[in-house]
């Protein structure tokens, strides 16, 4: 089965200042997803950004980029220029992606980032 | 369109009495998911429905819990006999179920649920 790790609870960043959120996954599949979603407080969850496992260049939305390690099964995000609204919970996702998949996401446990002004 | 819709917000219930819960959709959308997220916990996979049929089902999701989606529309999640176990926040997304190419998952507010 596939799962999800993210090994750092809580992550507490400058304003202005860059960080980066890890996120494992365990697959036996060559064709997935990958996802970074945020949920802030209260709010509903929206997409931050994707990354398809086929590719190998690393996904960029504006100021949030992934690493993708695809050997290593490794997948984490890059927020630079750290702002008071990326205050949030962060969730690293897996989704299979063959005919027929349902695409149900596989959530890891969250990271919790806070922004200092 | 105002994205996908859930109600209540807030549910609170006494042990083993049944709730019931309701997901719209954003229009069109054909496939439809269920999650559950725990406190400190990420949202884990109850159920999925592509159009009216209900095609994947969590082990999760016990003989108390029953979803359904009358003519591939807004979906409802029963749960009967409530345990304080099932104290969470439930989970609604959909996404277009477009051939071919990716289909991001759209989420609803979801419906926090309090069993005393």
């Known amino acids: 089965a596939q799962t999800v790790t993210q090994s750092q609870p809580e992550m507490s960043v400058q304003e202005a200042e860059t960080v980066t959120l890890s996120c494992t996954y365990d697959?036996?599949?060559?064709?997935?997803?990958l996802f970074w979603y945020k949920q802030p407080p209260s709010r509903q969850m929206i997409l931050v950004i994707r990354?398809?496992?086929?590719?190998?260049q690393n996904a960029t939305e504006n100021r949030f980029s992934v690493n993708f390690q695809k050997a290593a099964k490794s997948f984490s995000l890059k927020i630079s220029d750290s702002q008071l609204g990326d205050a949030a919970m962060y969730f690293c996702?897996?989704?299979?992606?063959?005919?027929?998949?349902?695409?149900?996401?596989?959530f890891g446990t969250g990271t919790l980032l806070a922004v200092q002004p | 369109d105002t994205g996908v819709s859930q109600n209540p917000r807030h549910k609170i219930t006494k042990r083993g009495q049944n709730v019931t819960f309701r997901c719209d959709p954003i229009?069109?959308?054909?496939?439809l998911y269920w999650y559950r997220q725990t406190l400190g916990q990420g949202p884990e996979f109850l159920t999925y429905?592509?159009?009216?049929?209900?095609?994947?089902k969590s082990r999760l999701l016990s003989d108390r819990f029953s979803a359904e989606r009358p003519k591939g529309s807004f979906s409802t999640l029963e749960i009967q006999r409530t345990e304080q176990g099932d104290s969470a926040m439930y989970l609604c997304?959909?996404?277009?179920?477009?051939?071919?190419?990716?289909?991001?998952?759209?989420f609803g507010p979801g419906t926090r649920l309090t069993v005393l």
């Open positions: 997304a959909s996404s277009p179920g477009l051939a071919g190419t990716y289909n991001e998952q759209f």
């Open positions: 697959t036996s599949e060559s064709d997935y997803y």
């Open positions: 990354q398809e496992a086929y590719k190998q």
């Open positions: 996702a897996y989704s299979d992606d063959y005919g027929g998949a349902t695409n149900k996401l596989i």
């Open positions: 229009s069109e959308h054909n496939r």
């Open positions: 429905f592509q159009n009216e049929a209900q095609l994947e």
